[in-house]
């Protein structure tokens, strides 16, 4: 079971409510493959958000992320990039994101946002712009792995991958989110072209979260708070629901369970562990009454 957690957890490190609509207006946000057709009745929501800029710096955070804050003429938005985020050039290539390149990144819709400004997104895929030939269209194909605006030509030489890396078969994107990386394009339409790589934007399946896992996994969507940046969540809910006894100190609280013990002290980032001395991204406190919060990535260390 652990080793599916941190996966699960990442994604309610920024959850907890989606960002208003306003939001798009105001930063100039582009739904993927958006309709420009004001007369249709029904709008479709859109699977994946556009955002683009250039990085002006990144800051390293103790939970491994890079954060970097993105401002041009009147938008200002955050971009926060982890272990599970694709990082490509327009060719496709893996690359490693550098100060000053020119992006494009991808963010499922769907996804919770922490409600903050500025916005703060955490991108699936990122494109960086090169000087090289290259194109990136993201969208949906058919059985014929067509579109209206686009026909692939999938050749023995066209890479087929998923955002876990995981190779994949031409027939795994039909009607899937995917991101097709060429260069020319005939002038038929719908115009047709043989991709040098398609990622389907999805991860590989995640392993069955058990019932144990899902109930603190409701637990921190409904119950935590974000502090400088930092996911905060009850710590005796969740710790009792995982089996450790928690004895209050008036400063704190003592965790115990079998011969493994935490000493937890509001306002102190330092906290022991099994007589040894660790270390919170940020202190435990108060945030309601007779309820101490400490950072999400807690809850790993009292997983079995």
């Known amino acids: 079971m652990k080793k599916s957690v941190p996966f699960a957890l990442s994604a309610l490190l920024v ?6 609509a306003g939001f798009a207006n105001e930063l100039d946000v582009v739904p993927v493959n958006a309709s420009e057709n004001d007369d249709k009745e029904e709008q479709v929501q859109e699977s994946f958000i556009k955002l683009t800029g250039t990085f002006p710096a990144f800051e390293k955070r103790d939970n491994g ?4 804050l993105i401002e041009q003429q009147d938008d200002m938005f955050s971009i926060v990039v982890g272990e ?8 496709g290539k893996p690359v ?9 990144a991808y963010v499922n819709a769907n996804k919770p946002m922490i409600l903050i400004y500025p916005p703060q997104y955490s991108p699936e895929l990122i494109v960086v712009q090169t000087e ?24 023995e030489d066209t890479v087929i991958e998923n955002l876990s890396g995981t190779a994949l078969q031409a027939e795994d994107i039909v009607g899937k989110d995917v991101a097709v990386f060429y260069t020319f394009t005939t002038f038929s339409i719908p115009a047709q072209t043989t991709p040098s790589k398609i990622i389907v934007l999805s991860y590989d399946e995640e392993e069955e979260v058990s019932e144990e896992m899902a109930a603190i996994q409701q637990i921190i969507e409904g119950d935590s708070y974000v502090v400088n940046g930092v996911k905060m969540v009850p710590l005796r809910l969740i710790a009792e629901k995982l089996g450790w006894t928690v004895k209050a100190t008036g400063k704190g609280a003592i ?3 079998q011969n493994a013990s935490f000493t937890i002290t509001r306002g102190e ?29 807690f809850v790993e260390l009292l997983l079995p």
């Not at 290259?134 to 999938?154: H, M, R």
Request: proline letters at 5%; hydrophobic letters at 40%.
């Open 132 to 155: 090289e030939m290259g194109f990136v269209k993201v969208a949906q194909f058919d059985e014929s792995f067509a579109n209206e605006e686009l026909k692939l030509n999938i050749s």
């Open 65 to 68: 992320t890079y954060y970097a």
């Open 15 to 20: 959850g907890g409510a989606f960002a208003p």
């Open 269 to 297: 980032k330092a906290y022991g562990h099994n007589r040894a001395l660790h270390y919170f991204e940020e202190a435990p406190a108060l945030l309601e009454p007779t309820k101490t919060y400490v950072p999400v990535d």
């Open 84 to 91: 599970d985020t694709v990082v490509v050039d327009n060719t």
């Open 96 to 104: 490693e994101l550098q100060e000053g390149m020119e992006f494009t």
């Open 255 to 257: 965790l115990s369970k």
